[in-house]
T-cell receptor
């Protein structure tokens, strides 16, 4: 049951360049999407989110784009920094006032090359 | 900054034994979650909990699992009779309760069943 998919298990990007991480989903009921970052031996840390009523949300170096018709979202990090090296998880949910289980993708390991 | 804490960080147990994983959610949060991540796989939802009741549980959360909020601060996950396939990282998460509040995750407990 792969409702949220991240097809690239890993990505390497030169420091200072743009990192683009992609995520696809199949459940059209999802109405809120999030990106989490995870370091080894730590829990996922929230990065940025987007509601299905928007197509873009920006927070500093991070921008998330949502293409509802394609059921696709992407996370852009620019410029990439060595501290961005981590595993990035895309997650989706149906807003239900607190009972909002997250469905995660399999993650993409981003490595920023100095 | 408030954070979710989990104990122990690593638990080793024999197959068939009971384990209790503990979490202290952020103090004014109302909704609580358990997720797990088997090594190399995605983070999976186990159960959500609100007002001393389970709101939703996944297929993974069978009769061997139970959750409890025994006092005003702790939130526990009990596995009654552990199996080898229960070996995973278990993450607790909590949110305040407004729709689209982001879930804050704890650092996880690594459970190893021998």
């Amino acid at each position: 049951d792969q409702q949220v998919k991240q097809n690239s298990p890993s990505l390497s990007v030169q420091e200072g360049r743009i990192s683009i991480l992609n995520c696809d989903y199949t459940n059209s009921m999802f109405d809120y999407f999030l990106w989490y970052k995870k370091y080894p031996a730590e829990g996922p840390t929230f990065l940025i989110s987007i509601s299905s009523i928007k197509d873009k949300n920006e927070d500093g170096r991070f921008t998330v784009f949502l293409n509802k018709s394609a059921k696709h979202l992407s996370l852009h990090i620019v410029p990439s920094q060595p501290g961005d090296s981590a595993v990035y998880f895309c997650a989706a949910m149906l807003q239900d006032f607190g009972n909002e289980k997250l469905t995660f993708g399999t993650g993409t390991r981003l490595t920023i090359i100095p | 900054e408030p954070e979710v804490t989990q104990t122990p960080s690593h638990q080793v147990t024999q197959m068939g034994q009971e384990v209790i994983l503990r979490c202290v959610p952020i103090s004014n949060h109302l909704y609580f979650y358990w997720y797990r991540q088997i090594l190399g796989q995605k983070v999976e939802f186990l159960v959500s909990f609100y007002n001393n009741e389970i709101s939703e549980k996944s297929e993974i959360f069978d009769d061997q699992f139970s959750v409890e909020r025994p006092d005003g601060s702790n939130f526990t996950l009990k596995i009654r009779s552990t199996k080898l396939e229960d070996s995973a990282m278990y993450f607790c998460a909590s949110i305040g309760g407004r729709s689209t509040d982001t879930q804050y995750f704890g650092p996880g407990t690594r459970l190893t069943v021998l």
